[in-house]
């Protein structure tokens, strides 16, 4: 173990990822995006395009399609037929909204973040080879490898590298979470969503996860979801204020924080309500 | 009062459990006092020979073979009908759908229906085909019989798993297959559980079997030839005016309490080893 430890730490990640050629939009980009559930128009005619290799932060009262609009990201609606979505949505220039969309191809680009910690039924390391063997990575050695990485990158190694065969259940609650990041930075994506992901944790352990996500930045772009403002005046470079289904507000963070222009926006991050 | 409340109900708690627990013990003093005596090697290795209802020798072998037969056959069909009808019902269908009601509610129905219909049916539908009693035909009545057992108990797992877990796997670019596949990790143990109440309910069960798999004295080598199974030989022996044949159907009730024992607790070990990465 010891001596496949060593050896792993000298070969270097992979730091170019051959994202969008011949695309000069943002990663991900929304034009006009309307989404209804039944008859109930919850996003309503949202334009908004993502800075790449940054943070931004969706905030807004509860109800207000915040958690939706991070949905449609990676079709995760998909399954839901109730659910009807007009408008355009780019990621790396693909439509993922249009017929010929594969939706796999299009979700293996981000790696999602839940508000509670879901570990695949199987050990640590199982877990985070998940997706690069659904992508057809093969090989004991190359695999282990990627489980290196990113349990490094995530800071877990040294907790887990004693018990990679055990259930990743048996992990605690904050440490499931860094492995589902773990999880989803396995399948090399370009952009990190993350659904209230520290909503569910205990303060030191959404520390960690916020400062993860600090760190991550430059290499990818990160789309949260969050409900605790201070969070979002934390770690947010771009942040984007929804209200009824509707985006308000969108700017770097200085600019929403300290000067909003819409009187909503105000409103609400002086806590006017909730 | 308070107090005297909580000590009506520990001894509530205490005396059914202690009922449960007597009639246990009772009935198998009474399958151990009655049986073991007449349980011999001879008993479970031989078929019936001539006079054998009679007192005379041989052993009940036919039965036995046949109902490890009619169970692995038929826990076998209806997993591979109840699995894929469990992941339609959760996965396909949406958690509230009404389809998914009724299903339920038919699978509960079909749940309550009594065994000696099952058998009826299958004998009429075999009549109809114009087939004998068989192995094959007490297969399919078993079937009938234990596919709402299993489905109602698979779903009952199936119901908890999280949609985050399709969500994570999905999200991670899974296929639908791929998704199945994890989501059928976390059903194993309840699979697991399902297999043991239809083996339960399925291998003791007469009615289903009395017109549709018949009885012989030797074991079936043909789908299409009868088959005895061990709840007859019990049936049939126990009706015997002869005190040494009733007893031999003690040691045929010993001897099919074990079976299911012995595949109870390996169907627990496996479960228990399946469900190590559980969620």
Do not use: H
């Given at each position: 173990m010891e001596i496949l430890t060593e050896t792993l730490i000298k070969v270097q990640p992979k730091q170019t990822r051959s994202s969008k050629p011949g695309c000069d939009k943002p990663h991900i980009e929304v034009e006009k995006l309307n989404l209804y559930i039944q008859d109930n128009h919850i996003l309503k005619n949202i334009s908004l395009s993502i800075p790449d290799k940054s943070i931004t932060c969706i905030i807004g009262p509860s109800g207000c399609g915040k958690t939706t609009l991070l949905r449609t990201f990676n079709r995760l609606h998909d399954d839901n037929v109730d659910v009807r979505i007009t408008g355009k949505l780019f990621v790396d220039c693909e439509d993922i909204y249009a017929k010929d969309a594969e939706v796999t191809h299009i979700r293996k680009k981000m790696g999602l973040l839940a508000q509670r910690p879901c570990s695949l039924p199987m050990s640590i390391l199982d877990n985070v080879v998940y997706g690069p063997r659904l992508h057809g990575i093969r090989g004991k050695h190359k695999l282990h490898e990627i489980a290196y990485h990113q349990l490094s990158a995530v800071g877990l190694w040294d907790e887990v590298k004693d018990r990679l065969k055990s259930p990743a259940s048996k992990l605690s609650i904050g440490q499931q979470q860094r492995l589902c990041l773990a999880r989803g930075l396995a399948v090399e994506p370009d952009i990190i969503l993350g659904d209230e992901a520290t909503s569910a944790l205990d303060p030191i352990s959404s520390k960690t996860i916020e400062e993860l996500f600090v760190s991550l930045k430059d290499k990818y772009t990160i789309v949260l979801v969050t409900h605790t403002l201070r969070q979002a005046k934390r770690i947010a470079d771009y942040v984007a204020f929804m209200y009824m289904g509707e985006l308000i507000e969108f700017g770097t963070a200085d600019q929403v924080f300290n000067n909003p222009k819409h009187k909503l926006t105000q409103e609400y991050i002086s806590g006017g309500f909730s | 009062?308070?107090?005297?409340?909580?000590?009506?109900?520990?001894?509530?708690?205490?005396?059914?459990?202690?009922?449960?627990?007597?009639?246990?013990?009772?009935?198998?003093?009474?399958?151990?006092?009655?049986?073991?005596?007449?349980?011999?090697?001879?008993?479970?290795?031989?078929?019936?020979?001539?006079?054998?209802?009679?007192?005379?020798?041989?052993?009940?072998?036919?039965?036995?073979?046949?109902?490890?037969?009619?169970?692995?056959?038929?826990?076998?069909?209806?997993?591979?009908?109840?699995?894929?009808?469990?992941?339609?019902?959760?996965?396909?269908?949406?958690?509230?759908?009404?389809?998914?009601?009724?299903?339920?509610?038919?699978?509960?129905?079909?749940?309550g229906i009594p065994s000696i219909?099952?058998?009826?049916?299958?004998?009429?539908?075999?009549?109809?085909?114009?087939?004998?009693?068989?192995?094959?035909?007490?297969?399919?009545?078993?079937?009938?019989?234990?596919?709402?057992?299993?489905?109602?108990?698979?779903?009952?797992?199936?119901?908890?798993?999280?949609?985050?877990?399709?969500?994570?796997?999905?999200?991670?670019?899974?296929?639908?297959?791929?998704?199945?596949?994890?989501?059928?990790?976390?059903?194993?143990?309840?699979?697991?559980?399902?297999?043991?109440?239809?083996?339960g309910r399925g291998i003791g069960d007469a009615a289903t079997v009395l017109f549709t798999a018949g009885y012989t004295d030797s074991i079936p080598s043909s789908l299409l030839q009868p088959t005895a199974s061990l709840p007859l030989a019990i049936f049939f022996q126990l009706s015997s005016p002869i005190e040494e044949v009733q007893n031999r159907a003690y040691s045929a009730a010993l001897v099919l309490t074990i079976i299911i024992l012995i595949l109870s607790f390996s169907a627990r070990y496996f479960s228990r080893r399946l469900s190590k990465n559980k969620i």
């Open positions: - | 009062m308070k107090k005297l409340e909580e000590r009506i109900f520990k001894f509530l708690m205490i005396g059914s459990t202690a009922l449960i627990l007597s009639l246990l013990l009772y009935i198998l003093y009474i399958i151990l006092m009655k049986g073991l005596p007449s349980l011999s090697w001879e008993m479970i290795s031989q078929i019936p020979s001539g006079g054998f209802y009679l007192g005379k020798e041989g052993g009940i072998l036919n039965a036995i073979m046949g109902s490890l037969y009619l169970i692995f056959f038929s826990v076998l069909i209806s997993l591979c009908i109840s699995v894929p009808v469990v992941m339609y019902l959760n996965f396909t269908l949406r958690r509230k759908s009404k389809l998914a009601a009724i299903a339920r509610l038919t699978f509960d129905v079909l749940f219909v099952y058998g009826a049916f299958g004998f009429t539908v075999m009549i109809y085909f114009g087939l004998q009693a068989s192995l094959f035909g007490g297969i399919i009545a078993i079937t009938l019989l234990i596919i709402p057992v299993m489905i109602r108990s698979i779903d009952e797992v199936a119901i908890l798993i999280p949609n985050e877990l399709i969500e994570a796997t999905k999200s991670l670019g899974a296929t639908n297959y791929e998704t199945i596949k994890v989501v059928t990790r976390q059903l194993l143990p309840g699979i697991s559980t399902a297999v043991l109440l239809s083996i």
